[in-house]
């Protein structure tokens, strides 16, 4: 059990861990089979803003700043989840991004990426604010107080769960849900992009909302 779990509000029992986080991930499966419905186009496929992703947020970037949904007007906001230590979606996903807003062209400068973290123990700002400078500078990491991020995951239905690993007190990785979420200047939600996707394929799925 983790110290981000037990401040999460859930209303299964603190003391009662694997409740906690099914009662998490059951919401974000909904979210997410939601999403994978909408981004396959299929018949059955849900208006976007039917799926009630996004809200506001009250966040601490890298360099120590107060960032809230609302501290990028007129942006079109990309949003990430995930950690610093993961070993290979997280960085593959925003060396993606990265390289997508480079091929956005004067597009790119109506776009505010964010990677907000779901790791903050290990995420510091220091931390957040060398990392992703390693993708692209205009990469804006996020971490917060724990209630703080435990909304914005319950916002956009993120779902994590924490594998332990060796035996040594801080080892542990964490399986996390992998969407790429463009939202409009207004909050809206507008399109998820699978982490998966290519440069290419993110690039067209950003630009095609983008005058
Ligand atoms: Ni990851």
Request: hydrophobic content about 45%.
């Amino acid at each position: 059990m983790t110290g981000r779990r037990n401040n999460k509000p859930r209303t299964a029992p603190v003391n009662r861990p694997g409740l906690a986080v099914a009662a998490g991930a059951g919401a974000a499966i909904v979210v997410l089979a939601g999403l994978l419905m909408w981004a396959m186009g299929s018949g059955a496929a849900r208006r976007a803003d039917q799926l009630h992703i996004g809200g506001p947020f009250s966040l601490v970037s890298g360099e120590g700043v107060t960032v809230t949904d609302r501290s990028f007007p007129g942006k079109y906001l990309l949003i990430y989840f995930g950690y610093s230590r993961c070993a290979d979606v997280c960085p593959a996903t925003l060396n993606t991004m990265a390289a997508a807003l480079g091929r956005l062209g004067g597009k790119a400068m109506r776009v505010q990426p964010l990677f907000i973290t779901i790791d903050p123990q290990r995420d510091t700002p220091a931390v957040l604010h060398h990392y992703v400078g390693t993708f692209s500078p205009r990469l804006v990491g996020l971490t917060g107080a724990p209630g703080a991020l435990a909304r914005v995951e319950d916002e956009y239905g993120v779902a994590s769960i924490v594998h332990r690993e060796g035996g040594a007190a801080k080892g542990y990785a964490l399986d996390h849900s992998s969407v790429v979420y463009l939202m409009a200047p207004d909050g809206r939600f507008l399109a998820p992009i699978p982490a998966s996707a290519s440069e290419m394929v993110m690039v067209r799925a950003i630009g095609k909302y983008i005058d």
